[in-house]
């Protein structure tokens, strides 16, 4: 990267809601960005959620500004603002916003209250800032572009799936891609995903800059496999994630009569019904709710499991994964998106069909009866391929890279 302290790299980043439990990539790609003398302005559509203990995020969320905060008259006060000093950008970006708002599923009212997010955004930016960066293909990208059109920096966008690619035309996908200046994927699914949607002649533009993980989860040796068979599930418990079947798999795992336990951490819309359901199936001996963790308390589920399982039904790339690998865990994941590019069964887990039950089964009893030697070996191949391909500060770099050719 070629910026130096004096002359330092300045970019907006927009995430709808940050911080967030399940947005820990993104405070890791932003501290990694400033340490390589990137100076990141955080800015949050929506207040963040910071669970209790997580000091990291916490520091997050007193350095980030929020654009509904204050309610409608601080918005109002920008678009005023906004009109006095670029009536003629406000008035191209209205017809933008018109154009957009036709097209959308949310509706024209919901792309106004997106301009007005623009405006105050706009008027928040630092005045050296060279790009906002939105993460999230929806809202917040929304709001870059239209600050981009009121005259503010170029944009660009992360796009994680997988809503932008059931949605595309709902979410204008393509207007985004389009209008941006640098479009990014997070894996090679994602990538040819978002070219669907992209001219040919703009297909440079879309880029793969990997999730990654940081020293906390890459440096500290792994701790040897627990004895007890014990397994993990991470995650936001909503129907995308397969947490139906993953109840139904392990009830197969009590009707064979295995020894095994599984620990659920995170919660979510349907929590009420897994708990339910746990309880109806018998399975409250086996199976333990932990609730949402930070990152450390996370590290540490990993530490004393033998392995994780991703049930998912729609994903873009999970990170749990790349943090479960980098403690030195194998993974049971379904076969969808960017999944396969990471876990590679025989090698550092299981890849099963997405919905199957069975073949779930089968491969957490596998994992539950190995030999805890091979359970280590393919949990050192999985870590050495996140430390190849999903460091943290080598992915920063790259995204510099595409930032300083832009500006090049």
């Not at 001219?199 to 890459?218: S, Y």
Request: hydrophobic letters at 45%; a positive charge; glycine letters at 8%.
């Amino acid at each position: 990267m070629s910026t130096t302290p004096s002359t330092p790299l300045v970019v907006a980043y927009v995430v709808n809601r940050y911080p967030a439990p399940s947005h820990s990539f993104i405070r890791r790609e932003i501290l990694a960005l400033e340490q390589l003398g990137v100076v990141v302005q955080r800015f949050s559509v929506r207040p963040g959620q910071v669970t209790p203990g997580n000091d990291a995020d916490a520091d997050e969320q007193r350095r980030t500004q929020v654009l509904l905060a204050g309610g409608a008259l601080p918005l109002l006060w920008s678009l005023l603002a906004v009109a006095v000093r670029r009536p003629l950008r406000l008035l191209r970006t209205m017809a933008l916003t018109f154009r957009l708002g036709r097209r959308s599923d949310r509706g024209l009212l919901r792309q106004l209250i997106y301009l007005l997010e623009a405006c105050r955004l706009l008027r928040a930016l630092d005045s050296r800032a060279r790009f906002v960066h939105a993460h999230f293909g929806t809202n917040s990208t929304d709001v870059a572009l239209l600050c981009t059109a009121l005259g503010g920096p170029p944009f660009t966008f992360t796009a994680h799936g997988p809503e932008e690619f059931e949605r595309p035309g709902g979410i204008n996908l393509r207007d985004k891609i389009t209008q941006a200046t640098a479009v990014v994927a997070i894996s090679d699914f994602g990538r040819s995903q978002l070219c669907r949607y992209t001219p040919i002649d703009q297909w440079r533009k879309v880029q793969v800059v990997r999730c990654g993980v940081d020293e906390r989860f890459l440096l500290p040796p792994p701790l040897p496999v627990p004895a007890p068979p014990s397994l993990l599930w991470i995650g936001r418990m909503v129907e995308e994630k397969g947490i139906p079947v993953l109840l139904a798999a392990c009830s197969l795992l009590q009707a064979r009569g295995l020894e095994w336990h599984m620990t659920l951490v995170g919660g979510g819309p349907l929590e009420p019904w897994v708990r339910g359901r746990v309880t109806e199936h018998g399975l409250d001996q086996r199976i333990e709710f932990a609730g949402w963790r930070n990152a450390e308390q996370i590290r540490d589920h990993l530490d004393r499991t033998r392995g994780l399982v991703v049930p998912s039904f729609a994903e873009g790339l999970p990170v749990v994964l790349m943090e479960a690998l980098a403690r030195g865990r194998p993974a049971i994941a379904t076969r969808i998106a960017g999944i396969p590019e990471l876990v590679e069964p025989g090698q550092n887990g299981w890849l099963v069909t997405a919905g199957s039950a069975d073949q779930l089964a089968d491969a957490m009893q596998e994992l539950l009866t190995m030999a805890t030697p091979q359970v280590e070996r393919l949990g050192a191949a999985g870590r050495a391929r996140v430390a190849r391909s999903h460091d943290v500060r080598r992915e920063a770099a790259v995204l510099c890279e595409l930032w300083q050719n832009a500006i090049r």
